[in-house]
């Protein structure tokens, strides 16, 4: 799924003005322009449009996580992945939102894609375990889906 979609979704899902995303970003330690941000939330086809890099969606997962559940002094900061497939994304949401098992089938069963729960455990395992499965883009479509049906009803 494509970077910029994944914000989109996540800014429409929390109904947040451009900048608080600029605010968010920076809780986990880069500094972006709100020109930036504005050409990462246009359409592909609308003048403007950037494509936005994986240290910036990286940053706001984890600015995300802080502005959500604020930040855990007794741990050390962790380091910012350098690659955000999906299975990270997912991660970092389900995180974010504090999402047990339960919470992610009945947001997965609600958007139309249930999923049983070693599929759903086999998201969570680490990419070199022999259970581990890549998570697509419609399933997190879906996911996407469900959680902003769930978060704005």
């Known amino acids: 799924m494509l970077n910029n979609d994944i914000l989109r979704g996540v800014r429409y899902m929390l109904d947040l003005p451009d900048g608080k995303l600029v605010h968010i970003i920076g809780q986990a330690g880069l500094a972006v322009d709100a020109n930036d941000v504005a050409a990462w939330l246009q359409r592909e086809d609308e003048p403007g449009y950037r494509d936005c890099p994986d240290q910036a969606l990286a940053h706001f997962l984890d600015g995300l996580i802080v502005h959500l559940r604020g930040r855990d002094e007794s741990r050390p900061p962790q380091p910012v992945a350098r690659r955000v497939g999906n299975n990270l994304v997912l991660k970092k949401l389900r995180v974010a939102f504090e999402l047990r098992d339960d ?23 680490k990419p070199g ?4 499965r890549p998570c697509g883009d419609q399933l997190l479509r879906h996911f996407l889906r469900g959680l902003t049906q769930r978060l704005r009803s």
């Open 129 to 132: 375990h022999p259970n581990y």
């Open 103 to 125: 919470d992610l089938h009945a947001i997965l069963a609600t958007a139309g894609f249930p999923l049983s729960k070693p599929e759903l455990s086999a998201l969570f395992r």
